[in-house]
């Protein structure tokens, strides 16, 4: 089950067992002892090493799946893996961000550490998807951020029905059901404060962050009680959605009970239950046909959407609750969103509707595949519904007008910006306003780099799509990790520079400036850190009202007032 290398001699697994590191080492070494056994590094050049593939807990399978994580066994020849381990078991099998090649027996980690004299400062990343899709593997290349002296841990946790499903027959001995996935985040948490100082790093001093699902576990943390302690300083990429949406373990049983009985109904004669009573052993007998096949995505439909619930034990009340009651764990934090987020899945309906097309259709001048304005109106009625925001006052706040000069863009423009404030920017906005008025540190950003390279839509170096994603959901990752859309020229390579430089010197010291990057001023004021390339307005400061209209905040978005 560990796929340990059958390849290291034996004098290696001697060296193994003697590396313990002092925590004034002056590079962590090619083989690190961990509590559990040794790990061997893949050299990644003359400033980084990266450990890939390290157990944090056991496999959750068998009589384990669907259970808080177990401790992982121990080993004794070095594991040498040369890349992550398979991701986490993927809902969605047409999503172009879902990774190939997953698996239930996924609990594992990666290390990569810069070379030099430590104690380094730690950043555990936990990636995004929706809790459905994603691993560690898009960001294997921390480089930015590792060569200016921290060590960058990337976590993988269960998603989907194997992470957040809370059927009945799941409770555990307190009554509690659900939140698998953080709490393996939260043991991987443990095993870094146990480990880190192996590999160099200061065990006191532990950085989390993450992109959208992997933000919102951010904002999770730090309203569990049971992350209290487990991190420093906290930074949140556009995961400040949903505070308040939270399902109670009720609501969830009753979804996961109607996703199950879906799943079960499509399932081959002979897999259903014993007299047809639910059970734990018969959901964690259940075989993967049924898992990966159907209750995968039957629990993803039940439920709108995977997040996080009030479990019991993770959360016992929902985010925006716990920081009401200022309940929370108080830490400082870097809270951020990007200025076009939901720009991201209108381009993604638009290449499915391009797909679709018979015959495929990628031609980037043919527009007919652009919201029109009638799809706008249709749009807003759904949003009223959902929101209780009337269709006249979307219409009064996001006229077509008001989005730019070419009125073929306008529709999807409008609907972004409607979308992007109600799911993201105004949420995030709150937010930030609730951390500074308990007296927390807190830095506040907006990503603008409208000439930032599209993650997806490129087919054979040529954008596929008519329309332009600007600065959407998730394009300000290439800028903090090595990716295939890496910044591209002098403009976006100073920004990344900056900006690795912000999250850095925060998690080196609880506060993003210093020597070589513009002034950053906090949040208590109101202030609004631009991201952006030169010829785009640069890095500068800007006012919480000229970022998002506060009135629009408070009044529109009231079900957002945090």
Not at 342 to 365: I, S, V
Request: hydrophobic residues 45%.
């Amino acid at each position: 089950m560990r796929h340990l290398t059958s390849k290291i001699s034996a004098s290696l697994a001697a060296l193994a067992v003697l590396a313990t590191t002092p925590a004034f080492a002056a590079d962590a070494p090619v083989v690190v002892n961990t509590v559990n056994g040794p790990v061997q590094a893949t050299e990644r050049g003359a400033a980084m090493r990266s450990y890939f593939g390290i157990p944090f807990a056991a496999p959750p399978v068998g009589e384990l799946r669907w259970k808080a994580p177990a401790p992982a066994a121990k080993w004794t020849a070095p594991i040498a893996r040369s890349k992550t381990a398979a991701a986490c078991l993927q809902t969605g099998a047409d999503s172009p961000f879902r990774t190939r090649g997953d698996s239930e027996d996924c609990l594992y980690l990666d290390v990569h550490t810069p070379t030099g004299k430590g104690p380094f400062p730690v950043m555990v990343w936990i990636h995004g998807g929706a809790f459905t899709t994603g691993d560690a593997s898009t960001y294997a290349d921390p480089g930015p951020m590792v060569g200016k002296g921290v060590i960058v841990v990337a976590i993988h946790y269960r998603l989907g029905a194997m992470g957040f499903l809370a059927h009945p027959a799941l409770r555990d001995a307190d009554g509690s059901a659900g939140d698998y996935g953080m709490m393996d985040q939260q043991a991987a948490l443990r095993w870094v404060r146990a480990n880190i100082s192996r590999f160099g790093g200061d065990a006191k001093n532990v950085t989390i962050f993450g992109e959208s699902a992997g933000g919102f576990s951010v904002m999770t943390h730090l309203a569990s009680p049971l992350s209290k302690g487990l991190f420093d300083k906290a930074i949140i990429q556009s995961g400040a959605y949903g505070v308040a949406d939270q399902l109670t373990q009720a609501q969830l049983e009753a979804k996961s009970t109607t996703a199950l009985e879906t799943a079960m109904a499509g399932a081959d004669p002979g897999v259903a239950c014993a007299g047809g009573a639910v059970t734990a052993a018969c959901l964690r007998g259940l075989p993967d046909t049924v898992v990966r096949g159907k209750l995968m995505s039957a629990f993803e439909r039940a439920t709108g959407g995977v997040i996080p619930s009030i479990d019991g034990k993770v959360l016992t009340r929902s985010i925006k609750a716990t920081f009401a009651a200022g309940a929370n764990n108080k830490v400082p934090v870097i809270n951020g969103s990007n200025e076009d987020e939901n720009l991201l899945f209108l381009a993604l309906a638009e290449l499915g509707a391009r797909f679709a097309a018979k015959p495929p259709n990628f031609n980037p001048a043919d527009r007919s595949f652009l919201m029109t304005a009638e799809g706008f109106n249709k749009g807003a009625e759904a949003m009223a519904s959902q929101t209780g925001v009337s269709v006249s006052d979307l219409a009064g706040y996001y006229p077509l007008s008001r989005h730019g000069d070419d009125v073929g863009l306008q529709p999807s423009r409008a609907a972004a910006a409607a979308g992007t404030d109600s799911t993201f920017s105004c949420n995030g906005v709150n937010v930030s306003a609730r951390i500074a008025a308990q007296g927390a540190p807190i830095w506040m950003y907006e990503f603008r780099d409208q000439t930032a390279v599209p993650l997806f839509g490129v087919f054979g170096g040529k954008y596929a799509l008519s329309l332009p994603q600007g600065a959407a959901h998730a394009f300000e990752l290439p800028y903090l990790f090595g990716m295939a859309s890496a910044a591209q020229n002098a403009e976006q390579t100073a920004l990344k520079a900056t900006m690795s430089t912000y999250w850095t010197n925060f998690a080196k010291t609880g506060n993003p400036n210093g020597a070589g990057v513009p002034a950053w001023a906090g949040f208590k004021g109101g202030t609004v850190q631009a991201l952006d390339v030169a010829s785009g307005g640069g890095v500068t400061a800007m006012t919480a009202d000229a970022f998002r209209d506060q009135h629009l905040c408070k009044t529109a978005w009231a079900k957002q007032t945090f």
